[in-house]
């Protein structure tokens, strides 16, 4: 019920929001939500079960295509993004079978093979996916909203609904299950969990999320191509939810906003320089991974437990502190 209360919170503060914020500001909701749904599965599969994965960019790239196909057969965005979500559950069993068997750095090695495969059959098969170009999302926005206010509107509330079913997920007996498997595995073999199927699950639930991030980021970009899931964006998707803090959903929360705040933090730095055109786009192109490379030693030097870590010390500290 706690849950559900505060899910109806954000959902009511996400209408207000976006009736107050202009469309560029609306068009930044919308991104952070669909990185959260992203983030947030993550955070499931690797704070929750202990699996690492450095391909759910990839899985985005599949939810992402899922949609751009689906719009051009009907002009049906909640039954694309439906399918987007059936599509990427798929390809996380499939991929889920394989990781289960896996780990360590053979996991990563695995999930990092997907990453750069997705995009590479998208170049490979030109007639399919039309390569580099990528294709067009048909849309038919509403009306009486502006189409920024729609959008943050579709993703916001996806994002939410992917909240309020992790977050209940979490304090399931799957979710038990899942902590247990990533504490130790032969104690929860012992205990009667079946391992390698909560592993599996784990990553079909993570797969979902994933794909519906990817099949926001084509609605709301209104196209679809391989260079926007490039194998970066696995990386970032992963530092994001460390930073974050690995262990919690507002963490993935964190880690969302981080992502659509350093390309700002990117572009402001770059603005004030005076650099050739060939250095300012290198600078464009590295720059942002080693802010993140960065950003994650001083947290995890500084607070281990990511910023959501850091914040709750915080909160307890002042909470004890008149008592004290």
């Known amino acids: 019920m706690r849950t559900l209360l505060w899910s109806v919170a954000a959902a009511a503060g996400l209408v207000a929001a976006t009736a107050m914020l202009d469309p560029f500001r609306n068009y930044q909701l919308a991104t952070i939500a669909a990185y959260l749904c992203a983030t947030a599965g993550l ?24 949609v751009a196909f689906a719009q051009k057969s009907w002009d049906s965005l909640y039954l694309s993004l439906a399918l987007a979500v059936v ?39 030109q007639s399919v996916f039309n390569s ?16 920024e206010r729609w959008q943050a509107l579709v993703a ?43 592993q599996v699950l784990a990553f079909v ?9 990817g099949a926001l980021m084509a609605f709301l970009a209104q196209s679809v191509s391989p ?18 803090g690995l262990g919690s959903l507002a963490g993935a929360l964190w880690g969302a906003v981080l992502l659509v705040a ?13 650099l050739k ?26 607070a281990p437990g990511g910023l959501q870590g850091l914040f709750s010390r915080l909160l307890k500290r002042g909470h004890h502190a008149p008592n004290s």
Request: with cysteine; proline share 5%; hydrophobic share 55%.
């Open 43 to 66: 955070t499931v599969l690797t704070g929750l079960n202990g699996q690492l994965s450095l391909g759910h960019g990839a899985l985005m790239a599949i939810g992402a295509y899922t």
């Open 87 to 125: 599509v990427t559950t798929v390809a996380g069993a499939v991929v889920g079978l394989a990781a289960a068997r896996l780990r360590g750095p053979y996991l990563a090695g695995a999930t990092l093979a997907l990453a750069i495969a997705v995009p590479s059959i998208t170049i490979t098969f």
């Open 132 to 147: 580099e170009q990528g294709l067009p999302v048909f849309l038919t926005p509403p009306r009486t909203l502006d189409i």
């Open 156 to 198: 916001g509330g996806a994002a939410v609904l992917v909240m309020w079913l992790l977050a209940n997920l979490s304090r399931s007996h799957l979710g038990r299950r899942m902590r247990a498997v990533r504490d130790n595995e032969v104690a929860a073999s012992l205990t009667g969990v079946a391992v390698s199927r909560t």
């Open 205 to 213: 639930i993570s797969s979902a999320c994933a794909g519906l991030g």
């Open 227 to 244: 260079g926007a899931f490039p194998l970066t964006l696995s990386l970032f998707l992963l530092m994001a939810v460390v930073i974050g």
């Open 262 to 274: 350093l390309p700002d933090v990117i572009h402001s730095l770059t603005e004030g320089m005076v």
């Open 277 to 302: 055109p060939a250095m300012a786009s290198r600078l464009e192109g590295n720059l942002p991974l080693a802010i993140f490379g960065v950003t994650l030693i001083i947290v995890m030097l500084a």
